[in-house]
């Protein structure tokens, strides 16, 4: 069964940093893409960050500089290192993993941030 838990979110000021995890179990972990998206209420789902697996990333220009994802195939876990973290970042940030051999996809549950002073 395969499985994401992302963790790491939370309540920061406005210039404050958060580091989200997200690990991975039941997949061959090295062999799939990952991704950061985040939920804002009444908003779509929207990348943040992408690492292929080859660790090549990727970042829409709302956080480029600002957020950095990173991966340890070792411990199955990506994570989202976020800096100057800004209100409009406040969302339901999620993890997903897309496989590079089939068209499988899963997603985390999600862990709410919240940048508020």
């Known amino acids: 069964q395969v499985q994401l838990v992302e963790s790491g979110g939370g309540l920061v000021q406005p210039g404050g940093s958060l580091r989200l995890s997200c690990r991975a179990s039941?997949?061959?972990?090295?062999?799939?893409?990952m991704g950061w998206y985040r939920q804002a209420p009444g908003s779509q789902r929207e990348l943040v960050a992408a690492i292929t697996a080859d660790d090549s990333t990727n970042y829409p220009d709302s956080v480029k500089g600002r957020f950095t994802v990173s991966r340890d195939n070792s411990k199955n876990t990506v994570y989202l290192q976020m800096n100057d973290l800004k209100p409009d970042d406040t969302a339901v940030y999620y993890c997903?993993?897309?496989?590079?051999?089939?068209?499988?996809?899963?997603w985390g549950q999600g862990t709410q941030v919240t940048v508020s002073s």
């Open positions: 039941g997949l061959f972990f090295s062999r799939y893409n």
């Open positions: 997903n993993a897309a496989s590079t051999l089939s068209p499988r996809n899963y």
